[in-house]
């Protein structure tokens, strides 16, 4: 069965620093890659998704992802995080999501 | 609005009981699924419909869940002489299954909250 992991259960930075959050999926076949965020008191949005094509995907609010075949995993990243960052972030791999990572950045 | 909707919003019922969440998909998504999410997890994938027919289901899935998607649109999850642990957010999304681009983007709706007493 297919299954996502995230490394990072709370993760808390300043604002301006640099983010990254794991997620490796077990999945081998089609390659479904899906980053989802939830804002405090919000429903799940899409932040960015990878078929095929350009590992290297670029999403909503200055978010990017590679995804990277040898390693099974698909690394959310942002250059410099704001406060409004500050929310649950999912990585899914089809139907199949990872049990998140709060993010927490302080002003 | 043409998001994913979900009625009720929130439903507080005592153990026992036997409760009904609806929901509507994105009017021309041929694939619906309902997760569960407890605070601080992920959604937990429990089932899917691709037009009517329901196509898979998770073990976390007992027999005192049941869903349907009777037409090929809204679709009902129903829970049978609820439980303590069965209080959750109960997500329903959906997405459009085999076209090119799009392909399997899921759409979330709001969320039902059930709180069972």
Redesign the interface.
């Known amino acids: 069965a297919q299954s996502?992991s995230?490394h990072n259960h709370h993760v808390i930075l300043s604002e301006a620093a640099s983010l990254e959050l794991g997620c490796n999926y077990s999945y081998g076949g089609t390659v479904?890659l899906?980053w989802?965020v939830q804002y405090p008191g919000?429903?799940?949005?899409?932040l960015l998704?990878y078929?095929s094509g350009d590992p290297l995907v670029k999403g909503i609010k200055g978010f990017e992802a590679e995804f990277i075949k040898s390693k099974f995993s698909f690394n959310l990243r942002k250059p410099s995080v704001q406060w409004s960052d500050t929310a649950e972030y999912?990585c899914?791999s089809?139907?199949?999501?990872?049990?998140?990572t709060?993010l927490t950045v302080k002003p | 609005d043409t998001g994913v909707s979900q009625d009720p919003r929130h439903k507080i019922t005592k153990r026992g009981q036997n409760v009904t969440f609806r929901c509507d998909p994105i009017s021309e998504h041929n694939r619906l699924?309902w997760?569960r999410q407890t605070l601080?997890?992920?959604?937990?994938?429990l089932t899917?419909f691709q037009n009517e027919a329901q196509l898979?289901k998770s073990r976390l899935l007992s027999d005192r869940f049941s869903a349907e998607r009777p037409k090929g649109s809204f679709s009902t999850l129903e829970i049978q002489r609820t439980e303590q642990g069965d209080s959750a957010m109960y997500?329903c999304a959906s997405s459009l299954a085999g076209v090119s681009?799009l392909?399997?983007?899921?759409?979330?709706?709001?969320?039902s909250w059930l709180t069972v007493v």
């Open positions: 996502v995230q479904n899906f989802y919000q429903h799940l949005q899409l998704k078929f999912f899914a089809g139907r199949r999501f990872g049990a998140g709060r | 699924y997760y601080g997890q992920g959604p937990e994938f899917y898979e997500l681009g392909r399997n983007t899921i759409y979330f709706g709001e969320g």
